[in-house]
């Protein structure tokens, strides 16, 4: 399974950035589809999760501001992003699993990141 992110960028606080992660591959080993961030000097948090049944779980950070989604047919996942604030800045990882988990390391696959970076 191969994961490509986009959608990463510069945008000002209370911005809005989507992004985008398509998987390829073998895709029946996915069940759980999901962002995490990781700021520079910090260690790779949860953003969101969303599985096949569009069962969904947002840190809190993320909670009322970003919005997950995926479309199974284009075995695409999506983080609707408003409200950015500074401390959103990180890079942002799409990762897949085939079952249900919020920690990382249960994570199989990666794409390979995307920059957000919330300044004026």
């Known amino acids: 399974v191969q994961l490509q992110a986009s959608g990463g960028g510069l945008v000002q606080p209370g911005g809005s950035l989507r992004l985008s992660c398509a998987a390829s591959?073998?895709?029946?080993?996915?069940?759980?589809m999901g962002w995490y961030r990781q700021a520079p000097g910090k260690q790779r948090e949860l953003v969101a999760v969303i599985t096949t049944g569009y069962t969904t779980l947002y840190a809190d950070s993320a909670k009322g501001r970003f919005t997950i989604s995926r479309d199974n047919h284009k075995n695409t996942v999506y983080l609707e992003m408003n409200s950015l604030q500074p401390d959103d800045t990180a890079v942002y990882y799409c990762a897949a699993s085939s079952s249900w988990s919020t920690s990382s390391r249960d994570y199989d696959y990666w794409g390979q990141g995307t920059q957000v970076t919330v300044s004026s």
């Open positions: 591959g073998i895709i029946v080993r996915i069940n759980v």
